[in-house]
């Protein structure tokens, strides 16, 4: 589906950034490791007559913590098709495949587990209780596992997590609400899992910078007080939403940059404060049940550079001002009931866009749904104005008079 491909591109961007910024903080701890080491078989190699092994000196209490948390781990480790965690042996956890670790942060002589990293690992297993006694990790990805189960409530524990990443793994059970008790957390990504049920509103009010929740079985309406969040990326695509986008929303808008609602379900006009998010660069709405017109507020959102309403039912014209934002490169309103596009909107190869018109009820353009098809939604059109959420309800409506 060409909503997939769009996902992956916008939040690509994110990613290679975060990596980049992984790859950099673990190349320092890694550099600093590597020196410590070096610093400690120097040191022996003067010593060598001393009897005791320098070399090894005891882990400190955090380490041995984290020696039992991963040991813990292995035990439900049911299948590690690539050896990753072959070497997680013996009490050097920060020699261990995926394990990054960074100097403690109230005493910077000792170590400890700051970051774990098995991406793309294909390990089968489960998350034990005892990774709460990894309290001081920043970092957890465990992208492209098949970790199963769910959280464990100890995770709690993990004050200084920054990212957590869990996305496509088999985790299941009701959203996990424990990650809404992390008071580090900025990124949270739980795509492509089978999380069930409600999403809980508190969502919304933690101080999260992108949240990536598509592709679960999430059966929810978008919470009203959707607006108290300060992410800047939201992904809801493919899940079963429902409900209106409510008004609140406007109060995303000193943060919100990317908004998507691919394939989630849902209905009722797109409401007027959409325009408000002034600092919006990717709208995506397709694939629902919106209603109405395009509200003319999205002319005002001068870094919008794309922009899907395709497969929905909006009707109405296109307008003008949308068609001539001046960061707009990608313009999608196919599989609608849009019956007239003004001005440059009627010729957007002109301004360089790339674009989809198709399957509207345009009359001057190819590829357009039937006279019979457009007639049916187009003979009851919907008013945003006085019914912005009971769209969806009034279509249905007119569908069953018709069918009658
Ligand atoms: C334009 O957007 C549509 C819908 O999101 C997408 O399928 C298409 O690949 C995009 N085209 C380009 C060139 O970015
Ligand atoms: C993993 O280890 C097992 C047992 O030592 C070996 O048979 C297998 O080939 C290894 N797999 C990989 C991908 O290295
Ligand atoms: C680090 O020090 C601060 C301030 O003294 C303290 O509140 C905190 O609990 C300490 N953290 C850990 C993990 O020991
Ligand atoms: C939470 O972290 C602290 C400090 O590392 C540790 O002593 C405690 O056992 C941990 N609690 C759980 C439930 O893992
Ligand atoms: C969408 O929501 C309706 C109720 O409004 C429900 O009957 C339907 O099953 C949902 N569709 C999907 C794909 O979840
Ligand atoms: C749209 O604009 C392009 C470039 O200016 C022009 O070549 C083309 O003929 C125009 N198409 C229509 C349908 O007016």
Not at 273 to 280: D, R
Not at 373 to 397: A, I, R, S, T, Y
Request: aromatic residues 10%; contains cysteine; proline residues 6%.
């Amino acid at each position: 589906m060409a909503s997939n491909s769009s996902l992956v591109t916008t939040t690509t961007a994110l990613f290679s950034f975060l990596v980049l910024y992984l790859a950099v903080s673990f190349s320092n701890i890694a550099a600093k490791h590597r020196h410590s080491t070096t610093t400690n078989h120097r040191h022996s190699a003067i010593s060598n007559h001393h009897p005791h092994h320098h070399h090894t000196a005891a882990p400190n209490p955090r380490l041995q913590q984290a020696y039992t948390a991963l040991q813990a781990w292995k035990r439900v480790i049911y299948s590690d098709p690539f050896n990753t965690t072959s070497d997680w042996t013996g009490p050097s956890v920060c020699d261990y495949t995926g394990i990054y670790c960074a100097p403690f942060q109230n005493n910077t002589h000792i170590q400890t587990v700051a970051g774990i990293d098995l991406n793309h690992a294909d390990i089968a297993g489960f998350l034990p209780d005892e990774l709460g006694l990894l309290s001081d990790l920043a970092l957890i990805h465990l992208n492209s596992n098949r970790f199963c189960g769910i959280l464990p409530l100890t995770l709690s524990n993990l004050t200084l997590l920054f990212e957590l990443d869990l996305s496509n793994n088999r985790f299941v059970g009701p959203f996990p609400s424990v990650v809404l008790s992390l008071p580090s957390l900025k990124f949270l990504d739980l795509r492509f899992n089978e999380f069930e049920g409600t999403l809980p509103p508190e969502l919304f009010n933690v101080n999260l910078d992108a949240i990536f929740i598509n592709n679960n079985r999430l059966r929810s309406v978008i919470p009203s007080n959707l607006g108290s969040s300060t992410a800047s990326v939201v992904v809801f695509a493919n899940n079963n939403l429902a409900g209106c986008i409510p008004p609140s929303i406007a109060s995303f808008a000193n943060t919100m940059e990317e908004l998507l609602l691919i394939n989630t379900n849902v209905t009722g006009c797109l409401p007027n404060e959409v325009g408000f998010l002034y600092k919006l660069r990717v709208l995506d709405v397709s694939f629902n049940k919106l209603v109405g017109e395009i509200p003319y507020s999205i002319a005002g959102l001068a870094h919008l550079e794309q922009l899907n309403l395709g497969h929905n039912m909006m009707s109405g014209e296109v307008p003008a001002g949308v068609c001539e934002l001046p960061n707009l490169a990608n313009f999608t309103f196919s599989y609608n009931y849009f019956f007239e596009e003004e001005g440059v909107c009627g010729n957007l190869t002109a301004r360089g866009l790339v674009w989809d018109d198709r399957k509207n009820c345009l009359p001057e353009k190819r590829f357009q749904r039937s006279k019979k098809e457009c007639d049916v939604v187009l003979e009851h059109p919907v008013d945003c104005f006085e019914h912005p959420c009971g769209g969806e309800k009034h279509v249905e409506n007119n569908h069953e008079k018709h069918r009658t």
